[in-house]
Nanobody, 126 residues
Framework: QVQLVESGGGMVQTGGSLRLSCAAS????????MGWFRQVPGKEREFVAT?????????YYADSVKGRFTISRDNDKNTVYLRMNSLKPEDTAVYYC??????????????????WGQGTQVTVSS
């Protein structure tokens, strides 16, 4: 069982930056692939980024955030991060982190993830 707690959300102007953090409980954090998703009211949860388990040597991003967002992990701190630069109003959403028990997958579907945090709101004003 893994518990995930996101933090770092807030309100920022267009072009600004934020760094989201997701702290995980448990001693097996490094064995999980981790992902970030986002959701706005009335829409399905949308894939943002994922990072592989262990050293996190592999990452994958949605086209809409590629080049602006960076996912990383610190296994010593049981934390995964999402650095968001050049933010746009369309990035406004609740951001969720998620953990995937699969060792080999970089999942892009919410169905591929086993554990979820409660979410943190990101609002980008124009």
């Amino acid at each position: 069982q893994v518990q995930l707690v996101e933090s770092g959300g807030g309100m920022v102007q267009t072009g600004g930056s934020l760094r989201l953090s997701c702290a995980a409980s448990g001693r097996t954090f490094s064995s999980y692939a981790m992902g970030w998703f986002r959701q706005v009211p009335g829409k399905e949860r949308e894939f943002v980024a994922t990072i592989s388990s262990r050293s996190g040597g592999s990452t994958y991003y949605a086209d809409s955030v590629k080049g602006r967002f960076t996912i990383s992990r610190d296994n010593d701190k049981n934390t995964v991060y999402l650095r968001m630069n050049s933010l746009k109003p369309e990035d406004t959403a609740v951001y969720y982190c998620a953990a995937d028990r699969s060792l080999l997958r970089l999942g892009v579907s919410p169905r591929e993830y086993d554990y979820w945090g409660q979410g943190t709101q990101v609002t980008v004003s124009s």
